[in-house]
């Protein structure tokens, strides 16, 4: 039975920081491209960062890059998200997603997701 278990959401101030980290299991996390998506209501689920297997490649949506960083540890089948410099615009419910085929930031590409950590900026 394949899992994602995000943890690591919830509330700070603009100017915060936020780790998230998502447990993978039931399939074989080292060859799944894995990724990072936000959504919040009436808006389409983003990429916000995801990386290849073995690390050799990452990709951050424009928005982000300077403020988080993704990481993975195939060792402990766990994905990771550092938010630093959180800002109002960030809130969102964050989502671990894997894709065993193609690493993008399109959601369609995505064959596994979990259910969710939310986040959420004041300012």
């Known amino acids: 039975q394949v899992q994602l278990v995000e943890s690591g959401g919830g509330s700070v101030q603009s100017g915060g920081s936020l780790r998230l980290s998502c447990v993978a299991s039931?399939?074989?996390?080292?060859?799944?491209?894995m990724a990072w998506f936000r959504e919040t209501p009436g808006k389409e689920r983003e990429g916000v960062a995801g990386?290849?297997?073995?690390?050799?490649?990452?990709y951050y949506t424009d928005s982000v890059k300077g403020r988080f960083t993704i990481s993975r540890d195939n060792a402990k089948n766990t994905l990771f998200l550092q938010m630093n410099s959180l800002e109002p615009e960030d809130t969102a419910m964050y989502y671990c997603?894997?894709?065993?085929?193609?690493?993008?930031?399109?959601?369609?590409?995505?064959?596994?997701w979990g259910q969710g950590t939310q986040v959420t900026v004041s300012s």
């Open positions: 997603a894997a894709a065993r085929i193609a690493c993008s930031s399109d959601y369609r590409s995505y064959n596994y």
């Open positions: 039931g399939f074989t996390y080292s060859r799944y491209c």
């Open positions: 990386v290849y297997p073995n690390s050799y490649a990452i």
